[in-house]
Each structure stands twice: as C-alpha cells, then as structure tokens.
C-alpha cells in the first residue's frame, strides 16, 4: 500500500488531536475513571473522524478504508488506551451494521447525530453467561404491538454510562443458539433502562464500561436494524471491523511504546554507560521492531481485502489473534527496561502492561480467534 498526500495529511491531522485534545487530559480522566465522551466526540465529529467510510448524506466522509486503518494506528498512540477504545467502540463497534442495514430514518435519527459527535453509542452483546459464546445470550426482545419489550441483562459494556443508544444483540424469537436473535436500537433514555453499577478494571480505567439492566424498555419495532432474526449474522460483521480496529490501535501503541522505550535506554546510565550499551537490549529491541512491522503489514493485508471487497475473515482472525500477544510482549518488555520506575503506576509503562492484558480478551478472546482458525482451516466439522 502506497499512501497518498491525502491519507498523510489526514494521518498528521489525527496526530495533532491525540496530541493536543488527547494525551495532555490522559492522567485526569484516568484519575476519575472516565473520560468525557461528548467532550471528545464532538471535537471529532467537527473534524470528520467519526464517520469515515459511512455515506456523506448522513455525515460521513465517504472515504476508503486506509483512512480507518491510520485513524486506528494513531488512535493507537493515546497516553492511554480507555479513550481510544472508547472512540473505536463508537466507530468501529456500535455503527457499522447501522451505517450499512439501517433505514433511512433510523439513520438519521441516530447515525447522524452520532457522526456530528452529538451522541455516544455503545455495542452492547455480552452477558453474565454469554461472552465470548454469543449463542448463550438470554436478553430477549418480545414483540408487543409496534414495539419491543426488552428484558435482560449486558455486563462489560464500553461507553455504557455515557451512552445516548445502545446497539443492542437480543432474542426477537425462542430458537436456541446463534438463530432468532436482532440488532435494535435501544435510547438510554427509555423507561426501564438503567445502568446497575460501573464496573472498575485491572487496565482502561478511563473508559467507561458498566453492567447494564433492561426491565419492560419498550422500543418501537422499526428501530430494528435489518432484518428481524438475523441479528447474529449482522453482528459477527461488526466483531470483525472491531477486530481490525484493534490490531490498527495495537501497531500504534506498540510502536509508540518501542520508540520510548530507546529514548529510555539511551539516557538511562548503568554500569558504566547508557543501557542501550547492553547488546541483549538492543536485540531484545531490534526483534520487537521486526515483529510490529511484519504485524502492520499483516493489518495491511487485511486492510487490502476490505478495500477489495473481499471477505477478510481469515485473515482478521490471525492478525487479531498475533497483535493481542505480541502487544502483550512488548508491553512487559518495555516495562523491564525501565526496571523498577517502569513499575510504578505514574509510569506510562505501568499503564500500557495493564491496559494491554485486555487485547487478548476483549473483542474475542485468544482462544475463540484460535478456534475460528481451526474451524476455516478445516480442522473442525461445520455445525
């Protein structure tokens, strides 16, 4: 992939945010425990980084794929990971089956809005019993004249407490497994939703995830997205542009995190000189680099297939899989070279180690990517 002037002039804009709007807050929002979304998204949406590839009539840019790839690497290089996940989660998680089934006046109703950077969205698929086995979910929908009747729990929900609608994964039907379920969107706003508590996390602490309660919430049945039962199609979708957002932010993050970590070891003075003296260091060092650049051009392969139009399935699922370990690595390798500073928690190496841990669980954890692998590389009977 050659990039154009465009996408490096829009890679420098996305910078500049990070930057300026971004890392100079990080240390407060973590100190509360949230970062202010509205704050956030309406800066962004007066930019267009809200909408990239989602159509102009709704506010979107209109633009290819690549601008998603270098809004994820650079979102990637946040001070801290909760906001980015919070803005990925709005962009890559909680529209994009609304952009592409939604109608119209559903679309304008709530994708405008949520463009402008005038709503926060939130995806809200896991339960108590149902993570990464989505055919456990019990949150059932009933059909009551023109509305829905929604009863249920969701639990580790992003950008819940801060949320204007839910894309909610419910049961519209008794069928069992991964058939009758839909995709409707819930306003937080409506009698009978609540937030139960907000959850507190090892990592992420600025990004709000909360435990969600649904009792008797009636939504009007057109704000069903497509079809009714074919909610799990719709969303395995989503789960693969939030898998790819992930691996963009993770080569942004590990990148940025390389890059400190030299500046580190060359100042840093032991046994007689810089750090950066010890051939180990060095090589320790020089290997991570080699394994980010061949993951970027991994998430590049993936991005080619998009752009394509081709099913990027496959290889999403083994990007996914190797950035979530590899960002892992780096992160505790990072934090080794800076000793024991590196392990306070004032140090952006103690931040990093724990908001990291969450990559090879959230969006599908490591083991679930490796089933799926197994399954498409015939190592599994279908069914």
């Not at 379920?181 to 990004?207: A, H, Y």
């Not at 679930?368 to 009977?381: D, E, K, Q």
Request: aromatic share 10%; charged share 25%.
């Amino acid at each position: 992939m050659k990039f154009t002037e465009a996408h490096d002039l829009f890679r420098h804009s996305v910078r500049q945010f990070v930057e300026k709007e971004m890392n100079p807050n990080v240390d407060a929002w973590e100190n509360a425990g949230i970062f202010p979304a509205h704050e956030v998204f309406k800066k962004m949406g007066n930019l267009g980084f809200l909408g990239l590839e989602y159509e102009p009539e709704y506010g979107g840019g209109g633009v290819d794929h690549w601008f998603t790839v270098i809004l994820g690497e650079e979102l990637g290089r946040c001070d801290a990971s909760g906001p980015a996940m919070g803005i990925a989660a709005h962009t890559d998680m909680a529209t994009p089956a609304l952009a592409q089934f939604g109608t119209h006046e559903l679309k304008k109703q709530y994708l405008e809005p949520a463009l402008k950077g005038d709503f926060v969205s939130s995806i809200a698929v896991t339960e108590p019993d149902a993570g990464s086995d989505v055919a456990g979910l019990k949150t059932f929908a009933r059909r009551d004249g023109d509305d829905y009747v929604i009863n249920g729990t969701k639990l580790f929900i992003t950008n819940s407490t801060q949320a204007d609608f839910l894309t909610l994964l419910t049961r519209t039907s008794n069928e069992g497994g991964y058939r009758g379920m839909s995709l409707i969107i819930v306003p937080t706003d409506r009698p009978g939703f609540r937030v139960s508590r907000k959850l507190e996390k090892l990592g992420n602490w600025s990004s709000d995830t909360g435990e969600l309660s649904f009792e008797d919430v009636r939504v009007p049945v057109t704000n069903r997205i497509g079809q009714e039962g074919r909610g799990f199609q719709l969303q395995m979708q989503q789960f693969q542009k939030e898998r790819l957002i992930s691996c963009y932010m993770a080569v942004g993050g590990m990148s940025r995190a390389i890059d400190r970590t030299i500046a580190y070891v060359k100042e840093r003075k032991a046994f007689g000189g810089p750090l950066i003296a010890n051939q180990s260091i060095q090589y320790a060092l020089a290997e991570l680099i080699a394994e980010v650049e061949a993951q970027r051009h991994l998430n590049y392969a993936c991005a080619e297939k998009v752009v394509a139009g081709e099913d990027a399935t496959y290889m999403a699922t083994i990007a996914k899989l190797k950035s979530s370990r590899l960002i892992r690595r780096v992160a505790d390798t990072c934090l080794q070279f800076h000793g024991g500073m590196g392990y306070m928690a004032e140090m952006w190496t103690s931040r990093f180690f724990r908001d990291s841990r969450l990559n090879s669980i959230g969006g599908g954890a490591d083991e679930v990517m490796l089933r799926i692998i197994s399954r498409m590389s015939g190592m599994v009977a279908e069914g």
